[in-house]
């Protein structure tokens, strides 16, 4: 058990949160009313999730993608004013981490991901502060063989656009939305690059640069960061945790 504001005052110091200049704020976006006994965590702050945390007697949700983004409306109205409605009928607190979670070098994204897909050698390059990672497949492979590679340990196709090299070795990969990094994997000297996302200019981007660019998922590439974090904090504290999956095609 711990209070809710215990709990962020550890993970601010454990992602170093504040180093990052975000889209959104992060840490404890919505406060309820108990203790933190059962953690759920998820993806992002859908009411789908959080009428499926409440159904399971959760006291806090765990998010990658939270609410109050730069840009949007701040008012609680709408779809914003519903699920804000639900979570403080509920006394539930929400809890959000963004960048902090992506650059994470042991919780975040994209570590975990370059785990999940087996990539050896994984660090976060030099460019783009902890959100553009390199590493190296297993073995060599075709761009056709990498993307059913992806395909298996992600459950489901990439779209796979730029050139089809024979042979991929060296790979860099920012999750979500990091297509806007492709230049950047460019200079790297790496054979492809991957992320969640894909821009019209993407594909123009690829071919010019001579990459295999591979679209993953916005939310595929970052299912694992948000788990990860999850049951670092049961260990730490003696919470219960739970991660709901809510499907997302994108």
């Known amino acids: 058990m711990i209070e809710p504001r215990a709990l962020i ?14 889209y959104a704020p992060n840490g404890l976006q ?3 009313d108990r203790p933190i006994r059962r953690l ?3 993806v992002t702050a859908s009411a789908a999730l959080i009428e499926a945390a409440i159904g399971v007697q959760a006291d806090a ?3 990658h993608h939270g609410w109050f983004w730069k840009g949007e409306n701040p008012c609680l109205v709408g779809i914003k004013g519903q699920r804000a409605k639900t979570i403080l009928r509920a006394g539930v607190s929400l809890i959000a981490y963004h960048l902090p979670l992506d650059a994470h070098p042991e919780v975040g994204n994209n570590a975990t991901l370059g785990a999940r897909l087996g990539f050896l050698g994984a660090e976060p390059s030099a460019l783009g502060k902890g959100l553009l990672w390199v590493g190296r497949l297993p073995a060599p492979a075709s761009a056709e063989q990498f993307a059913q590679q ?9 779209v796979l656009v730029g050139h089809p090299l024979p042979r991929i070795e060296r790979v860099a990969w920012c999750t979500g939305g990091g297509q806007g990094y492709i230049q950047q994997a460019a200079e790297l000297g790496v054979d492809a690059f991957l992320s969640g996302e894909l821009s019209e200019q993407t594909t123009h ?3 010019e640069l001579g990459l295999c660019y591979l679209a993953a998922g916005h939310h595929a590439t970052e299912r694992y960061g948000v ?4 049951n670092h904090l ?4 003696g919470v219960r945790h739970e991660f709901i999956e809510i499907d997302n095609p994108a």
Do not use: K, M, N, T
């Open 9 to 22: 005052e550890y993970c601010d110091r454990f992602l170093d949160a504040s180093s990052f200049s975000d």
């Open 30 to 32: 919505v406060e309820g």
């Open 40 to 42: 759920v965590s998820g």
């Open 61 to 63: 949700i765990l998010v």
């Open 150 to 158: 992806v395909a298996h340990r992600l459950g489901r196709p990439p």
């Open 205 to 207: 981007e690829a071919r």
């Open 227 to 230: 788990q990860a974090l999850g």
């Open 234 to 237: 049961a260990a730490a504290f």
